[in-house]
């Protein structure tokens, strides 16, 4: 049994000369819910890529369920579900598409994929658009699909980057 979903140790990450996360150090019980708040650049962003792996630490290390983020990476993202800020791309792939794309990324294998599809689209309320294309939808219904995304696999920690952001 996992203590802790989330624990980061020490954390301090820095872009030239500027200090972005300066010995951020946070543990995280199931069923928590925190918010970062704060002007821009004071490092928040940051702090949510370092912990899912996508910036590299100048020091700390980061911890998603007991696995450390650097070293078992792939253990840690199975974990974790992430709506970046302003996300883009994939915009030839239907909805559908994209989730089947998202969920085989994540190992699901195809009956609870589309159980998982089923089971999320409902939750965010996008039926009506899964044959559309995401270059298609308008900012909501982009933003709804990229949540959907990122609970898909139904994460124990989710990290969500302005999830409301041009709403």
Known sequence: VVA????ITNL???FHHVRAVNQLSLKLAP???VGFLGPNGAGKTTTMRVVCGYLIPDQGNVRICGHDVMTHRRQAQMRLGYLPEAPSGFGRLTVNEFLTFCGEARCLSQQALRLAIDRTCQRVNLGEVLGRPMAELSKG???RAWLAQAILHEP???VLDEPTDGL
């Open 141 to 143: 219904w982009r933003q």
């Open 31 to 33: 069923d928590s819910v």
């Open 12 to 14: 301090s990450k820095s």
């Open 4 to 7: 802790s979903v989330l624990e």
């Open 156 to 158: 124990e920690v989710l």
